[in-house]
């Protein structure tokens, strides 16, 4: 049961490592309290070693990089890996740039990630080099649609096959998927793009719920992209009902993540197996 | 009509690059999310002027900078110089340490500011290189009052005729000048005032109206700050309502950022040209 | 009485030259603001000599620092201590890694601080340079309990005396200590272990209150724990009423923090001479 992943979560209190960009930082730290977690941010490459092995897992985001926290993220993921923790890796922008094409590249060769979640545009440049980023919103015509769906999760199994990583794809229909079997999740919000930082606090929560759930990776991402999204919705109701604007939305979407029940959980996801 | 300007900037969803500092860049994100452009953050020197060239305009913000983010500010300055587009700048606390007036004074000489917005101890320094400022706030001394406002708006159209830039002062009165014509602005509420940001913010709004109006850009900044005037009078009006603090007062003030229509403009606006 | 030493903030508007950690900076900005003082962040080595000149008092709080902030607050804390203003340290994470136990040394070596603020796992690492840190919170085996709390404040004095700095220990029961003479406070709400930045926020309230207070530092760095811990209570009935989460608790939590009254805290105040 995907409940489970949520309750281990809760009972275990992982402390996830993340190094991250400055933007949606508070964010991050603030959402992983409210999943469970505890947060700890650091990266200077003279203590990300001894960090990440306090930690039960390493979150890595490649937003607002520089060549200094590039380096502290190749150190800290080569040492998490040594020391078998689940890794998850935000490529946001990666496609925008070519350094943080790069550094995404280079991140994947040297680091052996559990998952990397990011929209259609970045997991694409992840797989080709090929993508274009507009910021940190998909394109246009790189929408997953009800479509091109089977054609998108086949991609992505390829790209877990790839890659071994359970990769996450998000948008209006989320993916979970490692090279065999892929969750599809139809809950969120569209005023989840309307505030910055839904897809960094996402990417830290896979984090601590991989970091809880061990031996199964792949249904501890897709119950906390689902539970996301719930709370999206759950969030979008409460601003409805009091008239208020997107960063009340914001404060209810982490309150929600703070907030949020297996009977909650079980009622609300709209997640099936293809 | 200055409501157009908010329309335009709905309708095209401008992308902003922001090199700004790092204690309101989170408010800044949500700000322009909320205003309806699109913001990405990117200051490390090897990847600005990609990222200028992808966007619709530049905003850089001296709080907190450094000696690796003003290389950032001034390589993705002139990049925007080249391509054309609206640049903005916030001289944050320029006055207060001879390296920020002297980060301002580089910026200046090397980059042509669309526009430039300040409290009027940041704007004397920039005009003369001898303003004194006590942190982000002006001084006393300094403040724009009914008694001084036409010497000031004197000063900030010769201002603007020397810089070549739209000349943005806020305090209790704002004023939106170029070397002809100025726009007065009596709207917003102290507790702005209370809250770090709303400057901050202010300019990043400005940096994409202007991206959304390139025709206008003395009517886009003197249309954003008045917009920001009157959400910072709603979100006032909330908090008096509910008994809330001022960090209600700043969630509510970015809600009405994004909820502000052409009527509440039209009925709030309390702007004249002078 | 204690009550004035909410009062003086409000009346000085202390300006607190604060480099902080990027995790929770935005907090510690709106709560400076809530508490009636003014924040000033800068942390460039060429800066933070002339810019801690202008301000009444400095707070050094070492999460996510690095080589380049770590020399910037040598610098800064020198000057600070030349100009004798109060200088509030914030050992975020001391004993986590050896490269932040060494900063946090390196600082007590060469800056004399007024007020040093920990859980009681960073404030052990401060005396011994042998404790242990799990993220930012104290460890089970560490925490002040009713048992031990005897032998904690003997602690704390005897550490106030090796270091001349007031030792504040904040848990479940809070300790504020010089070498003489300790309060006790049974302030505050579990919850706020649930939200970043309350310790972080709290040593920069420490710092103005310092500042406003130059003759009575133990007195006020005791009436900011404890006003902190009244929030905190008050923030909590607040989201109970609501039926809100996590987040709303840290709006509120600020919002309290601009709303407390002499009559509010002189009500809650729980506080006691040991």
New interface residues.
């Given amino acids: 049961m995907l409940t489970q992943i949520l309750k281990n979560v809760k009972e275990n209190t992982p402390?996830v490592h993340c190094i991250t960009?400055?933007?949606?930082?508070?964010?991050c730290?603030?959402a992983l309290?409210?999943w469970g977690g505890?947060?700890?941010?650091?990266?200077?490459v003279?203590?990300v070693e001894?960090?990440t092995t306090?930690?039960s897992s390493l979150y890595i985001n490649i937003?607002?990089?520089?060549?200094?926290t590039i380096a502290s993220m190749l150190k800290a993921g080569k040492k998490a890996c040594e020391l078998g923790h689940p890794i998850v890796l935000d490529p946001v922008?990666a496609g925008?740039?070519?350094?943080?094409t790069k550094a995404a590249f280079d991140l994947l060769d040297q680091v052996g990630f559990t998952v990397i979640r990011g929209n259609i545009s970045e997991i694409k440049t992840i797989a080709s080099g090929a993508g274009s980023t507009?910021?940190?919103?998909a394109d246009i015509s790189d929408q997953v649609t009800e479509e091109n769906l089977d054609a998108t999760v086949a991609f992505a199994k390829k790209l877990s096959e790839k890659t071994k990583s359970i990769i996450v794809i998000t948008g209006a229909i989320d993916i979970v998927a490692d090279h065999q079997k892929s969750y599809i999740i139809r809950n969120g919000n569209a005023l989840m793009s309307?505030?910055?930082?839904t897809g960094c606090m996402l990417t830290a929560l896979i984090a601590a719920s991989a970091a809880a759930n061990p031996e199964r990776p792949l249904d501890a991402a897709a119950a906390t992209v689902c539970s996301m999204g719930i709370c999206g919705e759950l969030a979008y109701d409460r601003i409805q009902k009091e008239g208020?604007?997107?960063?009340?939305y914001?404060?209810?979407?982490?309150?929600?993540?703070?907030?949020i029940t297996e009977e909650l959980f079980k009622e609300g996801a709209k997640i099936e197996i293809k």
Same sequence: chains 1, 2, 3.
């Fill in positions: 402390l960009n400055y933007v949606t930082v508070n964010d730290a603030n309290l409210a505890s947060p700890i941010m650091a990266d200077d003279n203590e001894e960090i306090i930690c937003g607002t990089l520089n060549e200094r922008g925008a740039s070519s350094m943080r507009k910021g940190v919103d309307k505030i910055t930082g208020k604007g997107t960063s009340s914001r404060t209810y979407l982490i309150d929600c993540l703070s907030q």
